[in-house]
């Protein structure tokens, strides 16, 4: 790194010769694209923004920000919910949406090597042909990209019988925040030495830019049988969720919704829902057709022995792709509840659902404000999105301390502050609830032995941002502070 840090402004012709002038973006209105992800209540204008065309760009690009000193920021499709893809202000924003290139099909190994602007649904979609499929399946899978799930981890309704992203990730090419290009796994799984494949995927960004990933494919199951159970309240439905657990059936997906959430995907989506139901269980079942034949009927019946007011059963490939469609636009079906919604992502034992789900129907009582309840049940990965209204003075300060709330009730129950969205700049305060003092310093580590300079996302993840550098004794003023890239608090 140089001596001095110095403006993006600075770097931009050098920029435009590694990327082409047509692909960095620095006139104000066109980088308002850019400020904000999924977690839109928070942007930054960004210095520049370079959408390079292969890894020797990415690699040419961190390397110059690296010699000057400017922070860089990676980005897919921007559709994260915790800001971790939110610019710096003053930085390079490195925008992957031009490589989506898909390298190789590699069935016979099962693997798929692609870039990093390659949607999640693509990945499926290259491999259907062939019997196979990528299971981790984010709802948001048909914008979302496997750099953004790299970085987060992410996972999605398929995710507890099958796992998350960091299972199907064998292989990645990564740009070092200093710009060195370093390859981590293969094709192989479980290489020697330490797990830095490991660290690597859900550090967010914040230890380098993937360039290419090698991903596991697995074969399609032979059957898939869905059905939608309808409860009377979440209370029935949860412990549906804990039998059919208990019984030894792994579904494919499990998945509840509760009233508002039922009412607001009916309207999105008329998949024929009743919205005076209190809950609603898509449960699916994937396998062989012996082994989905048998447990089909069981699941029915520990519905129907937990109360079920009803039950759909997906007749065909449309109804069941309706009922997905129903439950994937779950999100977005709030916009019909209210102006304005905070997604919150905590994790609980699974046992727990009714005890948090009836903190949860307090907390609402007590601000005043609508929270409906959509989530990944198997899991215990609870999505309650907190309704408010933007234009009400201090009511997205209260929505805000409200989805806090929800977050100390998943941590009293044992739980976690997030379960597939990330840390980011939104989760980062809650960081020293659930990690104690060494802990968080040993993250930090982690985290300088890749990036020393702080280059690499910084402001995400850690509550505390402190510098590489530090040493004890009295404090003294980081280079990197006096330069305003990093701060103290
Ligand atoms: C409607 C909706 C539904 C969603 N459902 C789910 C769900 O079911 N499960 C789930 O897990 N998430 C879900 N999400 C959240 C989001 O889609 C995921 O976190 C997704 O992985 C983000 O991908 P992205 O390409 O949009 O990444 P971005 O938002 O652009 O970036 C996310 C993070 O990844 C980093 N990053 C991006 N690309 C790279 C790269 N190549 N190298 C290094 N770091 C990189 C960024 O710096 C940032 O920190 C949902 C979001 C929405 C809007």
Redesign the pocket.
């Known amino acids: 790194m140089g001596e001095e840090p110095v403006s993006v402004g600075a770097l931009v012709e050098e920029i435009r010769a590694i990327a082409g002038g047509e692909h960095v973006v620095t006139q104000p209105e066109a980088l308002r694209t850019y400020e904000s992800?999924?977690l839109l209540h928070l942007s930054a204008t960004p210095g520049a923004v370079v959408l390079p065309d292969s890894a020797e760009e990415v690699q040419a690009v961190v390397a110059a920000c690296h010699r000057a000193g400017v922070p860089f920021?990676?980005?897919?499709?921007?559709?994260?919910?915790?800001g971790?893809?939110l610019p710096v202000e003053d930085g390079v924003l490195i925008a992957?949406s031009r490589m989506k290139r898909i390298l190789e099909v590699d069935i016979e190994n099962q693997r798929v090597v692609v870039e990093?602007g390659v949607t999640?649904i693509a990945v499926s979609n290259a491999v259907s042909g062939d019997g196979h499929f990528y299971p981790p399946?984010?709802?948001?899978q048909i914008?979302?990209?496997i750099?953004?799930?790299?970085?987060?981890n992410?996972?999605?309704?398929h995710c507890f019988k099958y796992g998350f992203t960091t299972n199907y990730v064998t292989g990645l090419e990564?740009v070092l925040p200093d710009g060195e290009v370093a390859q981590l796994g293969g094709k192989g799984l479980d290489q020697p030495g330490y797990d830095l494949l490991g660290a690597f995927v859900g550090s967010?960004?914040?230890l380098?830019?993937?360039?290419k990933m090698t991903l596991k494919v697995i074969p399609s199951p032979e059957d898939t049988r869905t059905l939608v159970a309808f409860f009377d309240g979440t209370d029935d439905a949860g412990k549906t969720v804990t039998d059919i657990v208990a019984a030894g059936v792994v579904p494919g997906a499990i998945e509840m919704a509760d009233q508002l959430c039922i009412q607001a995907s009916e309207a999105a989506t008329g998949v024929g829902y009743p919205t005076d139901a209190g809950a609603a269980l898509t449960v699916e079942l994937d396998g062989s057709y012996a082994e989905c034949e048998a447990r089909f009927e069981e699941v029915r019946k520990i519905c129907e022995n937990n109360g079920a007011t009803g039950i759909r059963v997906a007749e065909s490939e449309e109804e069941r792709a309706l009922i997905w469609k129903a439950r994937?636009a779950a999100?977005?079906a709030m916009g019909r509840i209210a102006p304005n919604y905070f997604?919150q992502d905590g994790v609980i034992p699974r046992t727990k659902l009714s005890e948090v789900l009836g903190q949860i129907a307090d907390l609402e009582s007590e601000y005043g404000l609508q929270v409906a309840n959509v989530f990944?049940a198997g899991d215990g990965n609870l999505h309650p999105l907190i309704c408010y209204d933007g234009a009400k003075e201090g009511e997205a300060e209260r929505a805000e301390e409200l989805s806090a709330r929800i977050l100390d009730a998943c941590l009293d129950a044992g739980g976690s502050i997030t379960?597939?969205?990330?840390v980011?700049v939104d989760k980062k305060k809650h960081m020293p609830k659930m990690f104690s003092e060494p802990d968080l310093a040993a993250f930090q580590k982690l985290r300088c032995s890749f990036d020393p300079g702080g280059l690499a996302?910084p402001g995400?993840v850690m509550p505390t941002p402190r510098l590489c550098g530090e040493v004890p004794g009295p404090y003294r003023q980081h280079p990197l502070e006096a330069a305003g890239l990093a701060e103290r608090f």
């Open positions: 992800d999924g920021v990676a980005r897919g499709a921007g559709s994260g919910l915790s971790g893809a992957l990093p999640n399946d984010p709802s948001s914008v979302c990209t750099g953004g799930n790299v970085a987060e992410s996972g999605g309704a990564v967010e960004g914040t380098g830019v993937c360039t994937k999100f977005a997604v990944h379960g597939e969205h990330g980011g996302n995400k």
